[in-house]
T-cell receptor
Framework: GNSVTQMEGPVTLSEEAFLTINCTYT??????LFWYVQYPGEGLQLLLK???ADDKGSNKGFEATYRKETTSFHLEKGSVQVSDSAVYFC??????????WGAGTKLIIKP | SQTIHQWPATLVQPVGSPLSLECTVE??????LYWYRQAAGRGLQLLFY??????ISSEVPQNLSASRPQDRQFILSSKKLLLSDSGFYLC??????????????FGEGSRLTVL
């Protein structure tokens, strides 16, 4: 079945460092791909999405490109801030009813 | 605009007591509704989803149940809580079958501690 694998955390970086959180997937067909962010004690928020191959989703300085050839959707940001500390989830849409979730990656940014 | 609310935000319950978490969505009609659980330091586990009033699909057999008495209301219940029911419960909605690519919108979460 479909699955999502993302790098284990926590990922600890200094402020202004470059961020990459890896996400790879297995899927039949052509799913949409998502990154969600969960700040401490809160629910999840959609960060960005891509609906077809080679699409780039972007928001708040974060980017991810839908790479069908490598089945990847890595999250990147050029210069992270302390306020980016959160848990990041990669997910794919299996149908209009459900998302398949990665395990989440905790990001810690130190000033 | 659409909003989603769930309550209570925090609760502490003794083992064997009942549970009721409520979630409501505003600003949309016929949404798909979901209950997820997030154990400490872990990912998301889908518990139930509903595509319409009275229609509930269970993903994980357990002592929890869900009901959808109205189009935009989703309730998570238990008759007798277990210690293992502790966690962070998230309600979410998505647009119906005819639209969207599965994007979910989440509530603020309810933290349940069973003692």
């Amino acid at each position: 079945g479909n699955s999502v694998t993302q790098m284990e955390g926590p990922v600890t970086l200094s402020e202004e460092a470059f961020l990459t959180i890896n996400c790879t997937y297995t899927a039949t067909g052509y799913p949409s791909l998502f990154w969600y962010v969960q700040y401490p004690g809160e629910g999840l928020q959609l960060l960005l999405k891509a609906t077809k191959a080679d699409d780039k989703g972007s928001n708040k300085g974060f980017e991810a490109t839908y790479r069908k050839e490598t089945t990847s959707f890595h999250l990147e940001k050029g210069s992270v801030q302390v306020s980016d500390s959160a848990v990041y989830f990669c997910a794919l849409s299996e149908s209009n009813y459900q998302l398949i979730w990665g395990a989440g990656t905790k990001l810690i940014i130190k000033p | 605009s659409q909003t989603i609310h769930q309550w209570p935000a925090t609760l502490v319950q003794p083992v064997g007591s009942p549970l009721s978490l409520e979630c409501t969505v505003e600003g949309t009609s016929n949404p798909n509704l979901y209950w997820y659980r997030q154990a400490a330091g872990r990912g998301l586990q889908l518990l139930f989803y509903s595509v319409g009033i009275g229609q509930i699909s269970s993903e994980v057999p357990q002592n929890l149940s869900a009901s959808r008495p109205q189009d935009r209301q989703f309730i998570l219940s238990s008759k007798k809580l277990l210690l293992s029911d502790s966690g962070f419960y998230l309600c979410a909605w998505s647009a119906g079958l005819a639209s969207g690519a599965g994007e979910l919108f989440f509530g603020e979460g309810s933290r349940l501690t069973v003692l």
